[in-house]
């Protein structure tokens, strides 16, 4: 079975500072690859979603990931956050190819940006 | 076009209770999936239903169980309910596009169970 690690459970930042958090899975195939973002009080939404082609994706309100097939791994970036940022992020893996669409979810990363 | 809905939006049973959760998928979409996200975690997969018919479960005892309708709401019922069952539930309905449909989230339900 899969398995997705996201290294940082807990992240505090000023405004304007960068961002990167980490994501790495375990399944050696094929896969697709996202980050869904939660901000307080809100739905689980995509921030962003890697299927095949260039491995830099670029998301909403400015976030990119970086797929790197070599290292599992398809870390979230962000040059300058904003205090509206806070939020839960969580990193998620399909496997490619599949007519079953199921997740594997990390178990999230709580960004608090502070103004 | 409406989102994903689920209810209720919390609840509290006795453990041993049954628990009925509701789901309505986005419009267009026939795929919905189940979800526990436990404190402090990510979200686990429970099972996905596709055309009423379940469509590849995770690590989950058969007292999990769901349904899913011709208008592709669907329930998640669990039995005997334990202690550890507290968690938040998450419906998402996606379309019927494999591995390469997006997920569209609800709101949860929060059960917990005393």
């Known amino acids: 079975a899969q398995s997705v690690s996201q290294h940082n459970h807990h992240v505090i930042l000023s405004e304007a500072a960068s961002l990167e958090l980490g994501c790495n899975y375990s399944y050696g195939g094929t896969v697709n690859l996202f980050w869904y973002v939660q901000y307080p009080g809100q739905h689980l939404q995509l921030l962003l979603k890697?299927?095949?082609?260039?491995?830099l994706v670029k998301g909403i309100k400015g976030f990119e990931a970086e797929f790197i097939k070599s290292k599992f791994s398809f870390n979230l970036r962000k040059p300058s956050v904003q205090w509206s940022d806070t939020a839960e992020y969580f990193c998620a893996v399909n496997e490619g190819k599949s007519n079953f669409n199921k997740f594997y979810f990390g178990s999230g990363t709580k960004l608090n940006v502070k103004p | 076009e409406t989102g994903v809905t689920q209810s209720p939006t919390h609840l509290i049973k006795t453990r041993g209770q049954q628990v009925t959760l509701r789901c309505s998928s986005q419009?267009?979409?026939?795929?919905v999936s189940w979800y526990q996200q436990a404190l402090g975690q990510g979200p686990q997969f429970i099972f996905q239903?596709?055309?009423?018919?379940?469509?590849g479960r995770g690590n989950f005892p058969p007292r999990f169980s769901g349904l899913q309708f011709p208008n592709y709401s669907s329930e998640l019922n669990v039995n005997a309910l334990e202690l550890d069952d507290s968690a938040l539930y998450l419906c998402?309905?996606?379309?019927?596009?494999?591995?390469?449909?997006?997920?569209?989230f609800g709101p949860g339900t929060r059960l917990t169970v005393t």
């Open positions: 239903y596709y055309r009423e018919e379940e469509n």
């Open positions: 419009s267009g979409h026939n795929t």
């Open positions: 998402a309905s996606s379309q019927p596009t494999g591995s390469l449909g997006e997920q569209y």
């Open positions: 890697y299927f095949s082609g260039d491995p």
